[in-house]
């Protein structure tokens, strides 16, 4: 399985940015998506999640009314829309997929087994 992110880049305070993340060599609609986020110096935490048909989700608290999380199944593609960005949202954003096809949302690091390469989002004031 192969995750490809990008979309990062640096941006101001109160900023948009979108991440998008390509998915193959899964059945990507059999698979439970997710947002990670590692900021230096910080483990890497939860951010958002979204179940196989797209109508779940799940925020980490930090994030949520602000990120948006999605799925485009017939492109193999998750995305991350974020707004109203603050300086304490700079980190390296991954991609990951689910290690089983949960009925749920999981958001624990270990229910994931199949990662991105990460993308820089640079937040400045």
């Known amino acids: 399985v192969q995750l490809q992110a990008c979309g990062g880049g640096l941006v101001q305070t109160g900023g948009s940015l979108r991440l998008s993340c390509a998915t193959s060599?899964?059945?990507?609609?059999?698979?439970?998506m997710g947002w990670f986020r590692q900021a230096p110096g910080k483990e890497r935490e939860f951010v958002a999640g979204?179940?196989?048909?797209?109508?779940?989700?799940k925020y980490a608290d930090s994030v949520k009314g602000r990120f948006i999380i999605s799925r485009d199944n017939a492109k193999n593609t998750q995305y991350l829309q974020m707004t109203s960005l603050k300086v304490e949202d700079t980190a390296v954003y991954y991609c990951?997929?689910?290690?089983?096809?949960?009925?749920?949302?999981?958001?624990?690091?270990?229910?994931?087994?199949?990662w991105g390469q990460g993308t820089q989002v640079t937040v400045s004031s």
């Open positions: 990951a997929q689910a290690r089983s096809p949960y009925s749920g949302v999981p958001e624990k690091i270990a229910d994931f087994g199949s």
């Open positions: 060599g899964s059945t990507f609609s059999s698979y439970v």
């Open positions: 979204i179940s196989r048909g797209g109508h779940s989700t």
